[in-house]
């Protein structure tokens, strides 16, 4: 008996050895672990060389229409991207509703109109619009693209300035060469251009202080730290940088010329401005006409009050936390990336 | 003789409770990679004010492997007026200096040389000596094996946007994986070691290490901390531990990938690991009563700190734990010595099999979605036993010669397998 169970657990103990003999015999995985940002540029990206070469190949005018629920979908190879042009060669195509298209691409403009067309990827030479309630999942224009009211961009939107009109769904990415503007409410994951800002134009503090949140320190600033909750009184000027162990509330109209990191709580109240970084590890609200000149980042949730400002013209930033929040007219210079959830709230544009 | 047996026997107890505290910690930090998400807070940060970058190489006898590391360093995606390589040639007899040179000439402000004939040996008396006069707002480490990614640069520096950050390490990636089994148990052992121990430390905002390579210090943190020891063979352990002690964070980006080689035979293999207890040894040696003394942070910080410290120490340790309990068993000490015994083995066979055997591997091997890999898992049985004699070994050498001859260190340099450049050409 006693013998058998030795072999019995003997036999259980091997089990492992013999997928690892196999595998020893076999060498079916032998590569290389394959590592992020190997290329130099997402290969994925349609660089301005190609839409050149299409446009050369575009140069015959015609307009093709489709019409009512046509499905098109036409192949062709250009270079490294997979692009169709739908049976003919245009410079303008207009896309009838409850149109499914997997590929297109136009010389001139395209207008999409109303009501769910399923472009797989659409790009244009020169620009975009799209009607209500499109699902497109990749759309680049050369010029200007205007998503309309209701539209969800499932993965990629490239443009030299990008219009969104109404309550956009962006669960992808939107990348715009000069602005982003929203003319309503939004709900997005990751935005970045030169500029990304809500339709009403705003100045947040006056240009004496834009200047002074702007010009570069010529001093490493002195570091304190604080390892308790903590307030900075109204009108209080801190020059250093401040890393608070606890919650902090910058008072109204409060500046801090250094870096800002706090492990609880940020509240920033009106008109307070922050000239270096912000991290936080907690949450983040700013009441209103607030200034920051450097990157914001927190792990937590981040809420921008009205007028509030990021970045500079000449200093591009990030503003990246879990989920973001905008309740009015704002100005971000650089990237904005909302891990979870991102909502620009319509009521206050 | 029954003092000797009880001594024994309460040895054994302090270890078994010291290997069940790593065991606890290895298996914690396996949850976490498994059932948590990845904390990642400086992975959006693209755009931001730039700083200035010193990227150093050193190099010693690296003619197969330095050009490939100065032209991919080259083409980094970072503007190219802020920042500057500067590769340490410390006394090389093969054609290092000469391909350095080249390089120079052929980019003229961008490369500068940094030739060292004379002065202590080792990377880190090269990076002491070399970083005198340094002025940019960042020093990066490439070891001259590495082949960094275009974006590797800017992804390295973008957490010193944070002003407690001193330190940033990412991660390392066996290139050669596949030459032979040695290389894909040490990949398997790499993943695990980056993939699940270092970023699950990041994730409970304990204490990544900085690795020497890959990665990068604030140049104002150094000097804080009185810049490189080159006294000292880990010069990135002992960096990690003073910036740690100074208030500073060390970061671990887990998506700053980079291609490295790995020994492709046992000799070379045994001597890394040499190379890296006896270092961390010292530093564990060095720091430990500052570290104890340390008051300024949370008690679980600290004993991961001192865990983190001890790990090579662990080896020789459980070498006399396993004599220890022969010795009370053929003594007929106890009736439980044996249990104890069998009970040690296991958990020293679960915890401390290359420190993060089985679990980690697992795990790591999962994430990085290796399908096939992951059978090669028993053999870390073999790896177990070699890393746990050739740590005891090392220990016991390092105590008769720092501490009774008092011998010199010397630096062990790492075995390169690439064919030069002009070797490719010819295949």
Request: aromatic residues 10%.
């Amino acid at each position: 008996m006693s013998v058998v169970v030795f072999f019995l657990g003997l036999v259980m103990i091997s089990l492992p050895f013999i997928p690892m003999l196999m595998e020893i015999v076999k060498k079916s995985d032998l590569s290389p672990l394959q590592i992020s940002n190997q290329t130099l540029k997402d290969p994925r990206s349609v660089p301005d060389y190609v839409f050149w070469y299409l446009a050369h190949l575009l140069k015959v005018n015609g307009l093709i229409e489709l019409k009512e629920k046509v499905s098109v979908s036409v192949s062709t190879m250009v270079g490294d991207s997979l692009l169709a042009i739908p049976a003919g060669i245009m410079t303008k195509l207009d896309v009838a509703a409850h149109t499914k298209v997997a590929r297109v691409i136009s010389a001139g403009k395209i207008i999409l109109p109303d009501y769910s067309n399923h472009i797989q990827k659409i790009l244009s030479l020169d620009s975009i619009q799209t009607g209500v309630e499109n699902n497109l999942n990749e759309v680049h224009a050369h010029h200007l693209l205007t998503i309309g009211k209701k539209n969800k961009v499932i993965w990629w939107a490239t443009a030299e300035n990008v219009i969104l009109q109404a309550e956009a769904h962006l669960p992808g990415k939107v990348q715009a060469r000069k602005e982003i503007v929203f003319e309503n409410g939004a709900q997005f994951h990751l935005l970045q251009g030169a500029l990304i800002k809500s339709r009403i134009n705003f100045e947040s503090g006056s240009a004496e202080n834009q200047e002074l949140i702007k010009t570069p320190s010529t001093h490493i600033p002195h570091k304190l730290t604080i390892s308790k909750n903590h307030t900075i009184l109204d009108q209080v000027v801190f020059d250093g940088t401040l890393i608070v162990k606890g919650n902090l509330t910058l008072g109204k109209g409060s500046r801090v010329l250094g870096d800002l990191k706090v492990y609880g709580k940020l509240m920033v109240e009106e008109g307070a401005q922050i000239k270096g970084n912000v991290f936080s590890f907690g949450n983040i609200r700013f009441r209103g006409n607030n200034l920051v000149g450097g990157t914001l980042v927190t792990n937590r949730q981040l809420r921008m009050g009205p007028c509030t400002q990021v970045g500079f013209e000449d200093r591009k930033i990030t503003v990246s936390a879990k989920s973001i929040t905008i309740d009015g007219p704002f100005k971000v210079y650089g990237l904005l990336r909302a891990w979870k959830s991102g909502t620009i709230t319509s009521s206050a544009l | 003789m029954n003092t000797f047996l009880l001594i024994l026997s309460w040895y054994l107890y302090i270890f078994l409770t010291l290997l069940f505290i790593y065991f606890v910690r290895h298996f914690i930090f396996t949850l976490n990679r498994a059932f948590r998400s990845q904390g990642a807070m400086y992975l959006g940060i693209e755009d931001s004010r730039l700083p200035t970058v010193t990227i150093f190489v050193p190099a010693h006898n690296e003619e197969k492997v330095i050009a490939d590391a100065l032209n991919s360093l080259l083409k980094q995606d970072y503007p190219a007026h802020l920042y500057k390589i500067i590769p340490l040639n410390d006394r090389s007899t093969d054609r290092t200096k000469e391909i350095i040179d080249q390089f120079v000439l052929l980019h003229p402000g961008r490369i500068e040389a940094f030739h060292r004939n004379s002065g202590k040996a080792g990377k880190s008396a090269a990076l002491k000596e070399a970083c005198e006069n340094i002025q940019t707002d960042i020093i990066i480490v490439f070891d001259a094996d590495y082949i960094p990614a275009p974006k590797l640069l800017l992804n390295l520096v973008s957490p010193f946007v944070d002003p407690e950050v001193g330190s940033v390490m990412g991660r390392v990636v066996p290139l050669n994986s596949g030459r032979n089994l040695l290389t894909r148990i040490l990949d398997l052992e790499r993943s695990a070691g980056y993939q699940v121990d270092q970023q699950a430390r990041m994730n409970m905002g304990l204490l990544p290490q900085y690795g020497g390579t890959v990665g990068g210090v604030r140049t104002q943190a150094l000097k804080e901390i009185g810049g490189w020891d080159d006294s000292v063979l880990a010069e990135d352990t002992d960096v990690t531990m003073r910036m740690f002690l100074k208030g500073w964070m060390v970061v671990y980006q887990n998506f700053c990938e980079c291609y490295e080689e790995v020994p492709e035979n046992w000799q070379v293999r045994i001597k890394q690991v040499r190379r890296w207890a006896r270092g961390h040894n010292q530093v564990f040696f060095k720091e430990i009563k500052n570290l104890l003394k340390y008051k300024q942070i949370r008690l679980i910080d600290k004993l991961d700190a001192i865990l983190l410290l001890g790990i090579f120490m662990m080896g020789p340790l459980t070498f006399v734990g396993w004599g220890a309990a022969q010795v009370l068993y053929f003594a007929g000490y106890s009736k439980t010595s044996l249990l104890v015994s069998s009970l040690g083995a296991f958990i020293a066979f679960s915890s401390l099999g290359n420190f993060a055997l089985f679990f980690e591997i697992g795990t790591a091997a999962f994430l990085d979605g290796y399908q096939k890999r992951i059978r090669l898992l028993p053999l870390g049985v073999l790896f177990f036993f070699v890393s746990m004699t050739t740590v005891a070994r090392t220990f016991f050498g390092q105590l008769w010669d720092d501490y009774i001859m008092r011998k010199e260190l010397t630096w062990d340099k790492t075995t390169r397998y690439r064919l030069t450049p002009m070797h490719r050409r010819k295949q």
